[in-house]
């Protein structure tokens, strides 16, 4: 069948809202794009363990501690999924890895920021998970089926942890006078760099517009920014806490709120490495792979060892 | 007095959960492959929540008793568990030193892991059908399900990197040297547990099963030697410090406080 042939139906059923299979043909760009994207969405998972990793030996209760053990734990499954959906892309879950490590693959910039107190791991739940769940909820109507339906369950477990994480802001805000600072500090460093999770403006995304047209994505960066800032501005009342933007303000004739601008100097320097923890980071992945060579190459050897005899012949007989 | 034994022996099981379960903590988001990152973390989490059963219980059974703390210090209101886990020094603390010895690589976190879990899985069963005390054996009973899948896990980990390739083999040997000498404090009685458990039973058991799996595994089974003890009575390595340094500093921070 001619190319115009295939790219048609390809494009037809997307319009049509049939979701694109593994085995179905589809536009070499649209492969690479679904790759790029589910590998990217994956490491970020598997980092973002990392930073809140960080609290779990100095949770302040068992409670805390069990909730943030779970947490992490789910974020570890949630990289499993997505590393499952790129492997049908025809991209195995060790080649994607290296692309991290070699620093070809990126993930997303929020994990290179620090968590230096315990209401960094509230603030996370609340702000990043909460920004990441409007991406994802998106995303569970994505034109390629195996992402899609690993975003489905992800999803579910995602706002969970968002609850989670205003509940912890949400008792600290109740307590003691340093406990209410505490909380009112990690606001104020999570904030902006929550914001520059949806990525640059509309009109600086590279990615963006065959990404619509292919139904990858739905809502723009700046549409789903937006709906972030009219959850978040509503919610942090409830708290008592306050947003550090002094140009946040409720627009009646938008039916918005107003917000002020981000720092892109600030963005494009942690996506090019530059910020407080990348090294950190990639470092600590690279070395949990590194160390961990040699207890993979035990269970193959060991697997290949138990694995039935096959009589000579057997195959080729077959 | 025979309340306050049955109280230490409680904590004393709250204790090696705890510990255990922390170090188990420590390697989530660093395990070899995400499938076993997944599962030690499952692991630590059923520690951590066998913990917390027992200190609850035992929280509960010192507020009734109306005791002082074990240490006779005050601790302020009623002991809870975050009390019992965030509050107490290494002194009081009553693990088995096998429970605190750092993770090192993953096959002296593996073989930790089983040499443990055999011990739990012998003990928690003797818990379930012949202690006196309902709730003891109850959270026994329901602990137990979690430490059949521990045990086989680690034993099946055992087997892989003990017959898996020779670096995998030298390093479980290594580990295997580093940790057998804290096995023999598993079956030495405390004061506090004496009079319930039978240990000799339980050394029995485990000797076989390591045994067992040993030999499939193609390691040796090492000759008694000498033997560290002190854990079940507070005498521990430098080890603990440098855990309660970490697992307690909120909650040392910021005293009296909810979270």
């Given at each position: ?7 048609k139906i ?88 290296n ?32 920004a ?49 600072a505490?909380?009112?500090?990690a ?44 959850m ?41 490495g ?13 070395k ?12 193959a ?10 009589p ?7 | ?37 997944i599962?030690i973390?499952n ?6 929540g ?7 219980y ?8 109306n ?56 003990l ?29 896990w ?11 390739t ?6 479980m ?18 004061a506090?547990?004496t ?45 603990l410090?440098?855990?309660?340094a ?14």
């Open positions: 069948m001619p190319l115009q042939d295939l790219e390809f494009q037809d059923k997307i319009d049509a809202e049939i979701k694109i299979e593994p085995k179905d043909w589809m536009p070499e760009a649209y492969r690479k794009t679904n790759i790029r994207q589910i590998s990217q969405h994956a490491h970020s998972e598997i980092v973002g363990m990392l930073p809140e990793g960080n609290w779990i030996t100095r949770a302040p209760s068992l409670k805390r501690k069990a909730i943030l053990l779970a947490k992490v734990q789910d974020e570890a499954g949630h990289g499993l999924y997505l590393y499952s959906a790129a492997e049908t892309l025809g991209t195995s879950r060790e080649q994607t890895i692309d991290l490590h070699s620093g070809k693959a990126k993930y997303s910039s929020i994990f290179n920021y620090p968590t230096l107190t315990w209401a960094d791991i509230g603030a996370i739940g609340w702000l990043v998970d909460g990441a769940i409007l991406n994802q909820v998106m995303l569970c109507r994505t034109s390629y089926g195996p992402y899609a339906r690993a975003m489905v369950r992800i999803c579910k477990e995602e706002s969970f942890h968002q609850r989670q994480g205003f509940e912890i802001l949400w008792v600290l805000s109740k307590g003691t006078r340093e406990q209410k505490m909380c009112q500090d606001i104020n460093r999570w904030w902006w760099p929550s914001l520059m999770m949806f990525g640059p403006h509309d009109s600086e995304s590279t990615n963006s517009e065959q990404s619509m047209l292919w139904k990858i994505k739905r809502k723009s960066n700046d549409e789903l920014r937006q709906n972030f800032v009219d978040i501005a509503e919610q942090v009342k409830v708290l008592g806490m306050k947003l550090p933007d002094d140009k946040l303000k409720w627009n009646e004739q938008t039916r918005h709120y107003d917000f002020g601008e981000i720092n892109w100097d600030e963005f494009w320097n942690v996506v090019k530059n910020g407080p923890c990348n090294k950190e980071r990639l470092e600590a992945r690279k949990a792979w590194e160390e961990g060579k040699w207890v993979r190459e035990a269970a050897a060991y697997a290949e060892k138990r694995k039935p005899q096959t000579k012949g057997a195959l080729e007989a077959a | 007095m025979k309340q306050d034994s049955f109280i230490y022996y409680t904590l004393h099981l709250a204790d090696n959960a705890l510990i255990l379960g922390h170090r188990n903590s420590e390697w989530c988001g660093h395990g070899p492959v995400l499938e076993q990152d599962a973390t692991i630590s989490l059923d520690l951590i066998q913990a917390r059963n027992f200190y609850q035992a929280a509960k059974l010192m507020n009734k008793q005791a002082p703390s074990p240490n006779g210090k005050e601790v302020g209101g009623e002991f809870t568990e975050d009390k019992l886990a965030y509050l107490r020094d290494v002194r009081e603390f009553k693990n088995c030193l096998l429970a605190e010895q750092p993770n090192g690589d993953w096959a002296q976190t593996i073989l930790r892991q089983f040499f443990f879990s055999t011990y739990q899985f012998y928690y069963r003797q818990l379930q059908e012949s202690h006196p005390d309902e709730q003891l054996a109850a959270i026994a009973a329901k602990s137990l399900k979690e430490v059949t899948y521990h045990l086989r680690s034993s099946e980990w055992v087997i892989r990197l003990g017959d898996g020779e670096e995998s083999r030298k390093r040997l290594n580990a295997l040297e580093n940790l057998w000498p804290y096995t023999g404090e598993l079956f030495v009685p405390a506090y547990e009079d319930r458990m039978d240990l000799k039973n339980i050394k029995e058991q485990w000797a076989q099963k390591v045994k067992d799996i040993f030999s499939e595994a193609t390691l040796p089974y090492p000759a008694e030697g000498w033997m560290h003890t002190g854990g079940k009575t507070g005498m521990h390595t430098e080890q410090g440098f855990i309660l970490e697992l307690q500093f909120m909650q040392r921070a910021y005293p009296n406080s909810e979270w």
